[in-house]
């Protein structure tokens, strides 16, 4: 199983954002990262710089949204969805991008969830619920 550390993903990100901007072929995991780069701008200014990346400090208490967490998310659930893992993923997504209309808000909406999943998990030391997530996910759905 791939851990990337937080500088891993950092530099993944930053390196994506320059491949992307000077037009160089992208790996297929690439692609999707650039796809959600692309429709986040308000983040390039976090990937110009991929020492600065490195360096800066995304607490809850400065504000600011942390841009790699958030891309990482939006990765962690398209892949869900093209799997279907946990099983139910799809159609809660599926229904979710109906109901808002919009892909990336259903995406934002099942953020909330997954966030809170791995929330629960790292302060009960337990590991990941899938299905408190999934059934999250289906509330959200209206399922």
Known sequence: MFNPSQDDVRRFFCETFRKYHAKEILTPLETIAADWISQHPEYAD??????????????????????FLHLSMHLTIAEQVTINQPQGVRIAYEVLAHKKNSIHEAHHEMMD????????????GAAPDGEAYLSALMRRAGK
Request: charged share 25%; glycine share 6%.
């Open 46 to 67: 976090d990937f110009r710089d991929v020492e600065a990346a490195l360096q800066r400090n995304y607490s809850v208490d400065s504000g600011k949204t942390n841009p």
């Open 113 to 124: 969830c997954l966030g809170e999943m791995i929330w629960n998990s790292q302060r009960n």
